[in-house]
């Protein structure tokens, strides 16, 4: 057990609004980071980050925004939710310490209607 | 850019071996490996490092060709508790950023 949680585990929002996404960690591990994961599809990296307030986009950004503010916290952020932003969410953390393996959270499955 | 599994997909019988692949079109500092069971997380099993380092599991077993920036993940004498989704994960430097591929999905039966 990593030590990560998700909060909110489900969520319903309606299109066009803001909603936030929390990580937690209690290892104090340097990389963290959020994917994505649709149907019949891998994960793909929304944006990940490599300290306090170092971030950085990955491969479907657009949309997204997040923030880290303490090392424990890595926050998600849907500016104005769409219903192509409806998934399982997941954010995993990495020791950083040269192997990048990746323990992953629980997921958040977020619809948007 | 994604690497690339094969299969998509496996049905095996208890006790058979599957071999599943991870390509990349780039050249690659590191291969991971996952499963994950319907309805939860992905689950670390392995990584493999350039210079032919290996950390994970005991009872699964990598390859990691540098070469061909090919990775196989092999099976052996397989258990129903190995049903899921195998994803591989790559980096193609070491800056912690890693892409993976779509997924072979793998069923066990009796």
């Known amino acids: 057990d990593a030590g990560i949680t998700q909060s909110p585990r489900h969520k319903v929002t309606e299109t066009g609004t803001p909603v936030t996404l929390r990580c937690h960690q209690t290892?104090?591990?340097?990389?963290m980071y959020w994917y994505r994961q649709d149907p019949g599809h891998g994960l793909r990296l929304i944006h990940y980050s490599y300290g306090v307030k170092d971030t950085d986009k990955g491969e479907v950004s657009d949309g997204y925004s997040v923030s880290r503010s303490k090392t424990e916290d890595f926050l998600l952020t849907l500016e104005s939710a769409t219903s192509s932003q409806t998934s399982v969410y997941f954010c995993a953390i990495s020791t950083g310490q040269g192997a990048y393996e990746q323990y992953f959270g629980p997921g958040t499955r977020l619809t948007v209607t | 850019q994604q690497p690339v599994q094969s299969p998509q997909a496996v049905i095996l019988r208890e006790g058979e071996d599957a071999v599943i692949n991870c390509s990349s079109s780039k050249a690659l500092y590191s291969v991971h490996w996952y499963r994950q069971k319907h309805g939860e997380a992905p689950v670390f099993l392995m990584i493999l490092l350039k210079g032919g380092e290996q950390k994970g599991h005991e009872k699964i077993s990598a390859s990691f060709n540098e070469k061909k920036q090919q990775s196989s993940l092999y099976l052996t004498a397989s258990q129903l508790s190995y049903s899921g989704t195998y994803f591989c994960?790559?980096?193609?430097?070491?800056?912690?950023?890693?892409?993976f591929g779509d997924g072979t999905t793998l069923t066990v039966k009796p």
């Open positions: 290892e104090n591990h340097r990389y």
């Open positions: 994960g790559t980096l193609n430097t070491n800056a912690g950023k890693s892409t």
